[in-house]
């Protein structure tokens, strides 16, 4: 009999696991239902340049109806409300419920606010292709307001955050700025672009080699840096920092986090701070029928610390999951999943990048790490549309 299986999310986690359950499974051993809020699936590492105007959203925003042609996968556009694996049952947003055999859990994480006052209420984030939208159409709508008016709030922009998202984006609208203000007869000069960090440094994933030169090419660009300085509360267009400075800005957008999807903590599952704790072939640990990928895991790497929740490692656990939900519902032996770190790519811009690549985490700067940054995503969108050609 026909088994059914269920996936919620159609990011990088749940979309490769989709394509490798089909892989394994045909339509008489399976039904797939993939759950997702949004009808594309969306390459969300290249959302900080549709942030700033740099790309099509087409190029980012990929139809899953498209994606699923001919593919015997039942899309269900709708918001997972609520699930509950005791009771196997996933309720969405449109009154609807799916009950399952399997269950692959691919919610990704949400942003991080950390309880600071006034935070959610007054910024924007950059989490799928509509808050990329937004925020390119708000800057636009700010600086036509500063043509008139000459309000300096309006022409000032803060990024909160200085890990590889806030550095992304404001590296993104550093490069449209120029030609953005001049189309309002602007002086870009007149444009205050801040980024502020916590910590003592932007980006401390990578070696301060490289943070040096990223700093330096983003200076040079205009962006002013404020460092050790977390923000503290934010009421209305009033940003407050550790030091009791206050930033006037129209527009603020929030990188400074992300944690887990609250809905994996509230079904049942067992968590950690959040994340679905999973065993060695991503299945949950308190319940095996469900396995748990991307943002919504936490998985311990050999070094007993967690993988970050990257879309690199997202993706590889979709498709280790599509073959372990396939043996597990087969009772054939489920594959341990290994991770294959290829190394962090942190683009500054449309011209200037810096990565580390490899397990020797070789360092690249400029040119050769703007093209490892373009060829990775070239990579992963042939990776899908081969697979998707491929399926049975
Ligand atoms: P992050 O957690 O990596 O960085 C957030 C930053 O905000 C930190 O540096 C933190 O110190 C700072 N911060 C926290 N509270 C603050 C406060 N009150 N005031 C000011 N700053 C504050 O978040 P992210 O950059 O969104 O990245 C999330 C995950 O996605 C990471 O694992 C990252 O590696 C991954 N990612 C990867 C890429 C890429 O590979 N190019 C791009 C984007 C995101």
């Keep these: 009999m026909s088994k059914k299986v269920v996936i919620l999310g159609a990011g990088y986690g749940g979309l490769l696991a989709a394509i490798n359950v089909r892989k394994y499974l045909n339509k008489d051993q399976a039904e ?19 942030a700033a105007g740099n790309v099509s959203e087409q190029a980012i925003a990929m139809p899953l109806t498209k994606l699923f042609k001919g593919k015997d996968i039942n899309l269900k556009i709708a918001t997972v409300e609520s699930f509950s694996v005791d009771q196997k049952e996933v309720k969405l947003s449109d009154g609807s419920s799916l009950t399952y055999d399997a269950l692959v859990v691919a919610l990704g994480s949400i942003t991080a606010y950390f309880g600071i006052p006034g935070l959610e209420e ?3 984030v950059l989490k799928s292709a509509d808050d990329a939208n937004r925020i390119y159409h708000h800057i636009e709508e700010h600086i036509r307001k500063y043509a008139q008016t000459k309000d300096a709030a309006d022409a000032t922009i803060v990024i909160g ?23 309002y007869g602007v002086d870009p000069k007149e444009v205050k672009l801040l980024l502020v960090e916590a910590g003592p440094k932007i980006l401390p994933v990578l070696p301060d080699e490289l943070i040096e030169r990223a700093t330096t090419s983003l200076e040079a660009r205009g962006v002013q840096f404020l460092t050790g300085l977390p923000v503290t509360k934010v009421e209305g267009n009033v940003i407050e920092l550790k030091d009791g400075q206050k930033i006037v800005a129209n527009t603020f957008v929030w990188t400074g986090g992300v944690q887990g999807n609250p809905l994996v903590a509230e079904s049942g599952l067992e ?10 072939y991503l299945q949950s640990t308190s319940h095996k029928d469900v396995f748990v990928v991307g943002d919504s895991a936490v998985v311990f790497g050999p070094d007993g610390r967690p993988f970050p929740p990257t879309a690199q490692i997202a993706w590889q656990m979709g498709e280790q999951t599509g073959y372990n939900v396939y043996a597990f519902l087969e009772n054939k032996s489920l594959k341990e999943f290994t991770q294959v770190n290829s190394g962090t790519l942190a683009s500054l811009g449309r011209k200037d990048a ?14 050769p790490a703007s093209l490892m940054k373009e060829a990775s995503n070239v990579r992963y969108l042939s990776h899908i549309k081969g697979l998707f050609s491929l399926a049975y």
Excluded: C, F, W
């Design 122 to 124: 007054n910024s924007m």
């Design 161 to 183: 955050g200085g890990g590889l998202t806030g550095v992304e984006l404001v590296g993104e609208i550093a490069d449209m700025m120029p030609t953005l203000a001049r189309n």
């Design 354 to 367: 810096v990565a580390t690549i490899g397990a020797n985490a070789t360092q690249l700067k400029g040119l």
């Design 271 to 280: 968590v950690n701070r959040g994340r679905a704790t999973v065993n060695e």
């Design 32 to 50: 797939v239902t993939v759950v997702n809020k949004y009808p594309t699936h969306q390459i969300i590492t290249e959302l900080h340049r549709l």
